[in-house]
């Protein structure tokens, strides 16, 4: 699908869509509880579709009727037969499911797109080669097999926090205690606290026992909820952004006790406004592309820590860089850093390409408000807001789909 998006100022009034890194938690310890839960604020977007999909794979049961979901949860170590996961693209449902499938003892499959089997999965496979446990890579798929063991494991702080969430995730349930040591300095230490605060709603006890160290008892069991998905900073930062280029939009639904990384983005965006700045988002990488579109709009900047940006649904850096270059944008890509110089910023030479990536096309639609433009492949939306345009419609900007 294409759109494009003729040039305006939004104003008015959003809700914030729900949090797609909290309904996934929510979704995995539900489906892990004892009795049934109750969980408000779950969309349709296709990550979260994963999540649900392979929890279906485990044997949990659920009701889902609008935004709400009824989860009835299951204790995974008793499944018996192989299983076979279906992740899609989502790299969260990936990570976070194989620590769970290795509880079984079982054959475990999974599969998803080539883009997701590339991604990186060093930590797990380490494990399972400690502990003399399968785990086969393969082009189209993953084959594993438990049982897992409680023990301390070692995983690096400057790769992906989800190997630390999944692991997080599956040790409690075990009989013995467990503990996690994280051997480097930690990146996106933001999303090992949502992990915590939304394993504890559902009864988990995990404490930190030195600021590296996570120390996880053993024979817990999770206990299920009424509660809701919060409203999501990481895609309310698209059109907060558009303030930043002269809209008036005011966003509602959002939490000021979030422990989201993302919430940071108010800050970071007055930086570039205010002139050329130097930040570091190892902690909040998917605000990556929306940083570099309002820093291409107006006076650069220079963004360190970007490392992990390449090993998304697409290497956002290469693909932020090859996009704002049709703007007029020169941007230099490092292995750890991204530069932005605007140089003549004007309307895009030829039509945009999203990269199959939901927060490139997000980006370059903010962008796409000041000139007009068309992207193609915008239906990557889909994976985490399949409602953007509609929502980008409300606020008054003309966007046509063909």
């Not at 570091?280 to 963004?303: H, Q, R, V, Y």
Request: hydrophobic share 40%; charged share 25%; net charge neutral.
């Amino acid at each position: 699908m294409n759109v494009t998006i003729n040039r305006g100022k939004a104003q008015g009034t959003i809700i914030a869509p729900p949090s797609k890194s909290v309904a996934h938690r929510m979704l995995i310890c539900g489906g892990l509880a004892n009795a049934k839960s109750t969980i408000t604020g779950i969309n349709n977007s296709e990550d979260v579709q994963a999540t649900l999909d392979c929890l279906a794979a485990i044997g949990v049961q659920y009701k889902h009727v609008g935004d709400v979901l009824e989860i009835t949860g299951r204790e995974v170590k008793k499944n018996k037969q192989i299983q076979e996961f279906f992740c899609r693209e989502s790299g969260a449902t990936l990570r976070f499911f194989i620590p769970l499938a290795l509880l079984t003892g079982k054959k475990s499959i999974f599969y998803g797109s080539q883009s997701l089997l590339a991604r990186p999965l060093s930590v797990y496979q380490g494990i399972c080669k400690e502990q003399d446990l399968m785990f086969v890579k393969e082009k189209e798929r993953i084959i594993l097999e438990g049982p897992l063991r409680a023990g301390n494991f070692k995983v690096q702080g400057n790769i992906s926090s989800q190997f630390i969430s999944g692991l997080l995730f599956a040790l409690p349930v075990l009989k013995k205690d467990s503990q996690i040591s994280i051997t480097q300095p930690i990146e996106s230490h933001s999303y090992i606290d949502l992990t915590l605060n939304v394993m504890r709603k559902f009864g988990m006890k995990i404490e930190w026992k030195n600021e590296r160290t996570l120390y996880i008892p053993g024979g817990q069991k999770y206990s299920p909820v009424v509660d809701s998905v919060e409203g999501d900073y990481s895609n309310a930062a698209f059109f907060s952004a558009l303030n930043i280029l002269g809209g008036d939009v005011q966003i509602e639904g959002l939490s000021e006790n979030s422990v989201q990384g993302d919430r940071i983005y108010s800050k970071y965006f007055e930086m570039i406004k205010k002139g050329t700045p130097s930040i570091n988002i190892s902690d909040c990488p998917d605000l990556g592309p929306i940083l570099f579109a309002l820093a291409a709009a107006n006076n650069g900047g220079i963004f360190t820590g970007t490392r992990r940006l390449r090993i998304k649904e697409s290497d956002r850096c290469d693909a932020m860089a090859e996009e704002l270059r049709k703007f007029g944008v020169s941007v230099t890509v490092n292995d750890d850093d991204v530069v932005v110089f605007p140089k003549e910023f004007h309307k895009p030479s030829e039509v945009l390409s999203g990269h199959n990536d939901h927060r490139v096309v997000m980006a370059l639609s903010v962008l796409c408000t000041i000139f007009g433009g068309e992207i193609e492949g915008a239906e990557a939306v889909n994976k985490s807001f399949p409602d953007f345009f509609e929502k980008l419609q409300s606020v008054g900007i003309d966007v046509i789909k063909h």
